[in-house]
């Protein structure tokens, strides 16, 4: 019997050729490529969050469009989808491409520097690459390092392209990438940098006038995509020549990873489904980008990572959480800066979502309006599609990995504004070890309730209910990896307010636990018993749900807080 032929990993690996050549497994989505060269517009704009293997797409279309790599198809695609049904167009382009990721933003000069340059660094691979067709390809070089540089480089490479007979597709990756960075230059300067640069006669606005100038002549295709539509509304007038599929039904599926895809890509890559720790739904899927979307996808790159783990240790993944979400945190920090956002976002988290209208294009100075910065918190899979409600969507938090971005923003958050608001983190993890081993939970609520509760600021304290109590409960057991916390946990029927959940690489753990929380405002202290029995009747049936009534060791506590210093616990 033959022994089956194992493929790697391609964690962490963005080009198609390495990919196909040595012997990585490929979740074939050429199937895309036919369905953009049949769309009715050849100039197209795609985002999708972070990590979702937009790269990948670049590098596969360069492949299947490249004039030079024609010699290759066979052996690149044969055996994939559009190996099988090629479309008219393949092999047919002179490929351009353009990352306006790593652009110098120290001083606006700098900017202006780091992006001519990367246009001219473009436009020069560009005529290299293509040398066989263009007989004076040493001339056309030497006059754009002298006469042409930067975004005047396009025209000459436009006229080389025109005398060779040939068509132009341009691909532009992080179109976005500096935007942010813009505007907090303009902030530290009083001025409007980003609107000199990317509005009026600015230079990015240039450079997006000059492709359209080529869409009458030699540019045949352009797809260009980030993470955000933030510049789209202000290039409009400049570049109003692209349509948006971002949020096109038939691209729900374009990046990111189905079940399908997911069941298979194990199975080609030998990940051991003994050694999965967790439910992979509840970590890393749920993204969903229209509403009547047939699946749901994981985001690949926390997959990858996931699966890397087992692949290269043989054993249970010890991080479940892959760090460059951090990244994440750092964005929402960034975009919270306004007391507006912090409260929309806060109101999000204690709700698990919100009802809105996701908007496809808009303007920088649009991100303190509410349906703006939600919809940019979507377009960064922050949040995602849960369903259709009425003329407008269900968003929510997408999984679990994304939920533990907002647990610690929220404890951030906490601390800024309550300064004297401190964790300690030797005596946070004893205290929730004596949850785990000795099924003592006191020491963590009155760790929580004096580092954190009782030193919230005037201004917290006018937030403060059950939502934000669970919250930062969650956020501070989320600093020791002793316990899994899930929050809304599923019980059937109902959702807990916390399940804490042992972590599969700690098998020694005693005890798992339910909490139920409720909160009386200071002088409302009559309510106690009866929210408590409220609280344990509740108890009582999740522990009875058959999700959990299988779990010897789980333990049940009511927590009835006071103001922010008062707590009385039951334990059953």
């Not at 997006?208 to 993470?227: C, D, Q, S």
Request: hydrophobic letters at 40%; a negative charge; charged letters at 25%.
């Amino acid at each position: 019997m033959t022994e089956k032929n194992i493929k790697r990993l391609p964690y962490g690996i963005s080009n198609f050729s390495t990919i196909r050549e040595e012997n990585y497994y490929y979740v074939d989505k050429t199937r895309f490529i036919e369905q953009l060269e049949n769309a009715s517009n050849p100039y197209q704009f795609f985002i999708r969050p972070r990590k979702f293997g937009k790269s990948l797409f670049f590098s596969i279309l360069d492949h299947y469009y490249d004039l030079n790599r024609a010699k290759d198809f066979e052996r690149l695609f044969g055996d994939l989808y559009i190996g099988r049904n090629p479309t008219p167009k393949r092999n047919g382009y002179l490929m351009m491409q353009f990352d306006f990721s790593g652009i110098s933003t120290s001083s606006e000069e700098d900017f202006k520097i780091s992006f001519s340059w990367k246009v001219q660094d473009a436009v020069l691979h560009f005529i290299s690459w293509y040398r066989v067709l263009f007989s004076n390809h040493e001339e056309l070089i030497q006059k754009i390092n002298t006469e042409n540089p930067g975004i005047n480089a396009l025209l000459i490479a436009y006229r080389a392209a025109e005398v060779a007979g040939k068509q132009i597709f341009i691909i532009i990756d992080e179109y976005d990438h500096f935007a942010n960075d813009l505007i907090a230059m303009g902030n530290r300067s009083g001025e409007d940098v980003y609107k000199r640069l990317v509005r009026a006669n600015g230079l990015v606005r240039d450079f997006y006038e000059t492709l359209k100038i080529a869409t009458k002549t030699v540019l045949g295709h352009i797809f260009i995509t980030g993470i955000s539509p933030v510049m789209l509304d202000d290039l409009t007038s400049g570049f109003n020549i692209a349509v948006n599929l971002t949020l096109d039904l038939p691209y729900n599926e374009m990046m990111g990873f189905t079940q399908e895809e997911v069941d298979r890509l194990m199975v080609e890559t030998g990940v051991d489904p003994a050694l999965i720790n967790v439910d992979m739904k509840t970590y890393y899927d749920g993204y969903l980008f229209h509403k009547d979307g047939e699946n749901r996808v994981y985001n690949p790159s926390m997959m990858l990572y996931f699966f890397n783990q087992i692949i290269q240790t043989k054993k249970t993944p010890e991080y479940i959480i892959d760090d460059n979400l951090k990244t994440d945190y750092g964005r929402l920090q960034r975009l919270t800066q306004n007391k507006r956002n912090r409260d929309a976002l806060l109101q999000i988290i204690k709700e698990e979502g919100i009802t809105a209208t996701i908007i496809r294009k808009f303007s920088i100075d649009n991100l303190t309006d509410d349906d703006y910065f939600v919809s940019l918190l979507f377009y960064m899979g922050l949040l995602t599609i849960k369903g259709a409600h009425l003329l407008k969507v269900r968003l929510g938090i997408p999984n679990y990995s994304i939920r533990t971005v907002f647990w610690e923003y929220i404890s951030r958050l906490a601390r800024d504004t309550s300064p004297l608001m401190t964790i300690n983190t030797n005596a946070l993890d004893d205290a929730i070890a004596a949850m785990a081993m000795e099924g003592d939970i006191h020491r963590y609520i009155e760790y929580v309730s004096q580092n954190a509760f009782s030193k919230l600021s005037d201004r917290d304290l006018q937030k403060f209910d059950e939502k934000y109590i669970q919250i930062l409960l969650l956020s501070y057991l989320f600093q020791s990896r002793i316990y899994i916390p899930m929050s809304e946990f599923e019980a059937t029927p109902g959702y807990t307010d916390i399940y804490l959940q042992r972590n599969p690489l700690l098998p020694q753990i005693k005890y798992e636990w339910i909490l139920e929380l409720k909160y009386c405002k200071t002088g409302e202290e009559k309510e106690v018993p009866r929210k408590r029995e409220v609280g344990l009747a509740q108890l009582h049936q999740y522990l009875q749900a058959h999700r959990l009534n299988e779990c010897p060791d789980l333990k049940g506590a009511v927590v009835v807080f006071t103001g922010k210093n008062l707590f009385e616990i039951t334990v059953v």
